[in-house]
Each structure stands twice: as structure tokens, then as C-alpha cells.
């Protein structure tokens, strides 16, 4: 999956003409880090992957989706590509088959005490909800803080820096659906 997302992340860039040090101007990551993900040598925090996928103006999920899927109407669970980010333990289930409906539905896993922020360029370009299944999550939204219980699911507002933390002792599960705006 690592050289996935790397070959995707090069050929994001490449079909833009941008070198690694307009990608890591852009990113605000450094050239070293970007080389090591397009060669797979490291694997992608989400945070990063945010970062990266903002520079490009696209979606995490976009991008993600773009590395992982093969298209296809139905995608059967054990075929759902997963990606879980090495520093957090943040694992990431792509529900929905590769389409061109504006629509995507993925499914997060986050660790107790765990919390993985994410910067407002992740969000350019799309309309979200959070739907939590299992446990707590605390997500903050800007200045907003939005405790949710399970059940319990927030539309996002405009793009702004956010963090998804459980602040709770169990893991916390978690539906995400992307709309993409046309």
C-alpha cells in the first residue's frame, strides 16, 4: 500500500510539472519526507497525507482512493482497502467502490488516547458527516469542540484546521461520508 501511495502522490505531482521542493513549498513538509513516501521507503502519517492531499487540492480520501481502488460496483468488504497510519494507529477502510458519484463512504478506527489532526487544505472541496458507531470521539472543529457518543453524527462546517482525538479508553469507530462538490 506504501508504494501505492507513493507512485500516486509522484504522479499527482508530476501531472502538475511541480518538482519535490514546489511540493514541500506548497505542503509545508520538507523535500526529504516526500521523496522517502513516493518511494515507499516511509509510510505517510495522516497528517501528512493532509497536507500533501491539500497542496494538491484534493481530499485525503481522493487521494487515497486514487491509490487504493479498482472500480467496480460492489466492493466486498475483505476487498475494502485499509490504510492505517504508522504513528497513530488510525486505520482507514475505503467502504465505497471506486465510482463518479460524488459520494464516498469510509470507515475509521481510532485508537484510545489517540488523536490525528488534520489541516483545513483536506477539506477544500468537499462536504462531510461523522457518523460515530463505537465509542467517543471528540472532534474539533476550529475554536469548536464537538464531543460525540455513539450514534450521534455532525455535518462539518467550512474547512478549518480540525483534530479527531478519543479521549476515551476503547477504540472509537467511526463512518465518514465524503461529498465531493462539482
Given at each position: 500500500?506504501?508504494y501505492r501511495i507513493g507512485a500516486r502522490i509522484r504522479a499527482e505531482r508530476e501531472?502538475?510539472?511541480?518538482?519535490?521542493?514546489?511540493?514541500?513549498?506548497?505542503?509545508?513538509?520538507?523535500?526529504?519526507?516526500?521523496?522517502?513516501?513516493?518511494?515507499?521507503?516511509?509510510?505517510?502519517?495522516?497528517?501528512?497525507?493532509?497536507?500533501?492531499?491539500?497542496?494538491?487540492?484534493?481530499?485525503?480520501?481522493?487521494?487515497?482512493?486514487?491509490?487504493?481502488?479498482?472500480?467496480?460496483?460492489?466492493?466486498?468488504?475483505?476487498?475494502?482497502?485499509?490504510?492505517?497510519?504508522?504513528?497513530?494507529?488510525?486505520?482507514?477502510?475505503?467502504?465505497?467502490?471506486?465510482?463518479?458519484?460524488?459520494?464516498?463512504?469510509?470507515?475509521?478506527?481510532?485508537?484510545?488516547?489517540?488523536?490525528?489532526?488534520?489541516?483545513?487544505?483536506?477539506?477544500?472541496?468537499?462536504?462531510?458527516?461523522?457518523?460515530v458507531l463505537k465509542g467517543d470521539l471528540v472532534f474539533v472543529e476550529g475554536p469548536?469542540?464537538?464531543?460525540?457518543h455513539q450514534g450521534d453524527c455532525l455535518q462539518l462546517g467550512p474547512p478549518s484546521?480540525?483534530?479527531?482525538?478519543?479521549?476515551?479508553?476503547?477504540?472509537?469507530?467511526?463512518?465518514?461520508?465524503?461529498?465531493?462538490?462539482?
Amino acid at each position: 500500500m506504501d508504494y501505492r501511495i507513493g507512485a500516486r502522490i509522484r504522479a499527482e505531482r508530476e501531472v502538475r510539472g511541480w518538482s519535490l521542493t514546489d511540493l514541500a513549498a506548497r505542503a509545508s513538509v520538507s523535500r526529504a519526507m516526500i521523496h522517502k513516501v513516493e518511494r515507499g521507503d516511509s509510510s505517510p502519517t495522516a497528517n501528512l497525507l493532509g497536507k500533501l492531499s491539500g497542496a494538491f487540492g484534493l481530499s485525503m480520501s481522493t487521494l487515497l482512493a486514487r491509490a487504493e481502488a479498482a472500480g467496480g460496483s460492489l466492493l466486498r468488504k475483505d476487498d475494502q482497502p485499509i490504510w492505517t497510519d504508522p504513528e497513530t494507529g488510525y486505520l482507514r477502510r475505503q467502504v465505497s467502490p471506486r465510482s463518479d458519484l460524488p459520494v464516498e463512504l469510509v470507515q475509521i478506527s481510532l485508537p484510545a488516547g489517540q488523536e490525528v489532526p488534520m489541516p483545513a487544505s483536506a477539506y477544500t472541496f468537499i462536504r462531510q458527516l461523522i457518523w460515530v458507531l463505537k465509542g467517543d470521539l471528540v472532534f474539533v472543529e476550529g475554536p469548536l469542540r464537538h464531543e460525540l457518543h455513539q450514534g450521534d453524527c455532525l455535518q462539518l462546517g467550512p474547512p478549518s484546521d480540525c483534530i479527531f482525538r478519543n479521549e476515551g479508553d476503547r477504540d472509537c469507530v467511526y463512518a465518514v461520508t465524503i461529498l465531493r462538490d462539482a
